[in-house]
């Protein structure tokens, strides 16, 4: 199955570890929006349906902004194609907007529940989501929360290049998805019975 990968502002450029996930992925490609210094929520969402729409279902690995993004799908048809993503150092868009003035219009951070499965990856010192915040959101998306410590915004300026544990979090992720199919597979469901009247 394919993965989906959402950069967030400005992409994810060579060195990033969504760039070497891509690179070390024959079934990985980054969703390619028109405008990666000057956002829109409703274009990035739209690119993102259309690629869902081309691959069918997909995995997506998401990054800071791309995790608000994935959250946006929840409310829409396209959440149905999502198998489960990881949602890699979500961002607040407030604080980023204070960060990067007029750089975004994303509006609230939707915070209902994610209808796929999903792991939350963050830090005790990212300066776009303070860890309340993340748990928080996390705990509303019905997310597994992982914490990596003192790793900031987990991008290249805090040291993550090529990372390859988090394939690992999406392949765990996968496999319970799969284990969750097959056992529905394996349900034994009895012929309704029809009463004659």
């Known amino acids: ?27 990985a490609s980054i969703v390619v929006q028109d405008d990666w210094s000057k956002p829109s929520l409703d274009c990035w969402v739209a690119n993102v349906e259309e690629a869902l729409e081309r691959e069918g279902e997909a995995y997506i690995v998401a990054h800071s902004l791309g995790c608000l993004v994935a959250a946006k799908l929840a409310a829409r048809a396209s959440a149905n194609r999502v198998k489960a993503a990881l949602l890699v150092a979500p961002c607040d868009p407030e604080l980023t907007d204070e ?4 750089a975004i219009s994303f509006g609230r951070l939707d915070d209902g529940r994610l209808p796929f499965p999903n792991i939350v990856v963050g830090s005790l010192n ?15 998306w019905q997310a597994n929360i992982l914490n990596l410590g003192m790793a900031g915004h987990i991008n290249i300026a805090s040291g993550f290049g090529r990372w ?11 496999s319970k998805v799969k284990a969750q199919k097959r056992r529905y597979a394996d349900l034994d469901f009895d012929e309704p ?3 004659r009247c």
């Open 1 to 27: 199955m394919r993965t989906l990968i959402l950069p967030g502002l400005n992409g994810s450029d060579e060195g990033h570890w969504q760039w070497y996930w891509q690179k070390d992925h024959s079934d």
């Open 164 to 174: 390859s544990s988090g394939y690992g979090l999406l392949d765990g992720l996968a």
């Open 193 to 195: 019975q029809v009463q």
């Open 126 to 140: 990212d300066h776009y989501m303070p860890i309340d915040r993340l748990t928080s959101v996390g705990e509303k």
């Open 99 to 102: 960060l990067h003035p007029g």
